[in-house]
């Protein structure tokens, strides 16, 4: 098999962080997937980088400045009163407010994010972040111990430099919220083999296939429990081969979520760590960039195993590597075998039983088979590098300053985000008022709110339902808030006598730190809000900006390699 230049990605810290001891999600697997690579002495052979963090700007290519504020702000201490009693950015118990969160999830953006930037500029022919893979993660929520969507600023960064890319998932849970970020877009592909039913995330049916120019670019494989490699194989190879065919993408994204391989604890299908490998060897084969991401495994040491075989499989050296694991920090976990394997289960596999395999695979097929090749994209040469950058002039951001008119559209766009209604469970008139009545606001009956949500947990696969606060205001309702001074203002409109509909919460309004709260003030002066609470915005933001100054965020390091030297890019 031809060589292969790859670049791996890895950040010693990366393993410090937990999600909690009783936790599912164990930040810890890379660190030990890394001390496994290193024993097979892989790391010689490849590239080994630590990408400089996503800073949050960054981060709000995809997801909203409101969100990763949150995310820089919240601790385990002030949980509750940022995301709104549990009702905001934070909803149930599979993400938890854990230490370090913001600094975790720009650890794993930036890994892909530079991978994707490696590849595109023909600096690697495969490029691996095991830290990767979060693909749960909504653009304003986590979901699925998902954080930061890491795929979805990865793939944007690749639509930068190419018209088309695919993007594979293997998880055992439905890539929902990549599929979600490019569900009206023929430019990327998702295709999702996953497990389908009773089951996190509850999407991911055979039907969805994108909207509007997107119609027919989203793929779902649904399968049933107990599916084996033979099967997998004989549904991904045929898949995979018409979606090249017709597709030509220009880079391949593979999530190789581990939680796909026998005996993991959330998982149900039954693939052997070659069967699930065997995704990785055949893409390989196909001389596309392909860029590598971790995901899902809650079996700590089958993950481990599977994602440093998959690392040999990149480098092609599957074949030359010893089963019989060598010595390393962590060889105890991998008892009472010691060995680069996983084996399959006696778990019956319902896909062949009932023959539904054969029925998706025809299906989709026939749908790959209505679709236009190649859809064509208008491309524009990529600056490499900002003018900054290419100058060497120090202190400069590579992005530059926000000028005025950046300034203004940013403060527009949040101005009309914050007075726009909340599109996910805002009721009518009509249908708040015959809901009054079985609806309880903090033991005030009559009452009336918003219709709660439905969300499914991860971790048991049942549907809980997402209270939802109260739609209006009024005096002495501080209890029900989330304790941001911001919410004054809201609470004096209501005194001031507004309508309901104008009484909505308003996220982050005063406490941004991204614009001076004057400038906000001034934009809800043309929108004819009352001065009254323009005055409280504006005296209450001085205070807070204030108390905010020494809260910055530091700036991060260049990209280095794990032993500490700069590495040069260029």
Wanted: hydrophobic share 35%; proline share 5%; aromatic share 8%.
């Amino acid at each position: 098999m031809s060589k292969r230049r790859v670049a791996y990605y890895y950040d010693p810290d990366v393993g410090s962080y937990t999600y909690g001891l009783t936790h599912a999600m164990k930040p810890q697997r890379m660190r030990i997937t890394h001390e496994l690579v290193s024993a097979y002495d892989m790391l010689p052979k490849m590239h080994v980088l630590r990408a400089k963090r996503a800073t949050a700007e960054t981060m709000t290519r995809f997801h909203t400045d409101e969100y990763i504020d949150f995310l820089s702000k919240v601790t385990p201490e002030n949980a509750r009163r940022l995301t709104y009693q549990g009702t905001r950015f934070l909803v149930g118990d599979d993400n938890p407010p854990f230490e370090g969160v913001f600094e975790f999830s720009s650890i794993s953006a930036g890994g892909s994010i530079a991978a994707a930037k490696r590849l595109m500029e023909g600096q690697a022919d495969i490029a691996i972040n095991w830290a990767g893979g979060l693909h749960h993660a909504k653009k304003r929520e986590a979901s699925g111990f998902c954080y930061i969507n890491d795929i979805v600023l990865g793939i944007l960064e690749m639509l930068r430099y190419v018209p088309r890319v695919l993007y594979i998932d293997i998880d055992c849970h439905h890539g929902d919220g990549v599929e979600e970020a490019f569900y009206t877009t023929d430019r990327v592909m998702t295709c999702s083999f996953h497990k389908y039913g009773d089951f996190f995330p509850g999407t991911g049916q055979i039907e969805d296939r994108g909207r509007g120019p997107g119609r027919g670019y989203a793929l779902n494989v649904p399968l049933k429990d107990g599916i084996t490699d033979e099967a997998y194989k004989s549904i991904f190879e045929p898949v995979i081969d018409k979606i090249l065919d017709v597709y030509r993408p220009s880079a391949v994204v593979l999530q190789c979520g581990a939680d796909s391989l026998s005996g993991d604890k959330l998982g149900g299908l039954n693939l052997t760590m070659e069967g699930h490998a065997h995704c990785v060897q055949y893409m390989r084969s196909k001389n596309i960039p392909l860029m590598l991401l971790g995901g899902g495994g809650y079996t700590v040491k089958n993950v481990a195993r599977a994602w440093t075989y998959e690392t040999a499989c990149a480098l092609g050296i599957e074949k030359d590597i010893d089963p019989n694991l060598p010595w390393n920090e962590y060889f105890e976990w991998f008892g009472p075998r010691y060995r680069l394997e996983v084996l399959e289960s006696n778990l019956e596999d319902l896909n062949v039983r009932d023959g539904s395999l054969d029925r998706n695979r025809a299906t989709i097929l026939q749908f790959l088979s209505e679709l236009q090749p190649a859809p064509s994209v208008e491309m524009q040469d990529v600056p490499r590098e900002g003018l900054a950058e290419h100058l060497g002039l120090p202190g400069v951001r590579a992005q530059g300053p926000l000028d005025d008119m950046d300034e203004k559209l940013a403060q527009h766009a949040r101005f009309v985000y914050d007075m726009q209604k909340d599109s996910d469970g805002s009721q009518t008139e009509s249908e708040a008022e015959s809901d009054a009545s079985s609806h309880v606001a903090r033991g005030r009956p009559g009452r009336k709110t918003r219709a709660s949500k439905k969300r499914m947990s991860i971790r048991t696969s049942q549907y809980f339902d997402v209270p939802r606060l109260p739609s209006d205001y009024e005096d002495g309702d501080e209890d029900l808030g989330c304790g941001h001074e911001h919410e004054e203002d809201a609470w004096a409109s209501a005194r001031a006598g507004l309508p309901s509909g104008k009484r909505k919460r308003r996220f982050f309004q005063s406490i941004a730190e991204w614009n001076p709260v004057k400038k906000v003030a001034t934009e809800r002066e043309r929108a004819g809000v009352q001065p009254g609470v323009e005055a409280r915005m504006v005296n209450g933001g001085r205070r807070r900006d204030r108390r905010r100054a020494k809260e910055r965020i530091p700036e991060q390091s260049e990209e280095m390699d794990v032993d500490g030297d700069v590495e040069d890019e260029e």
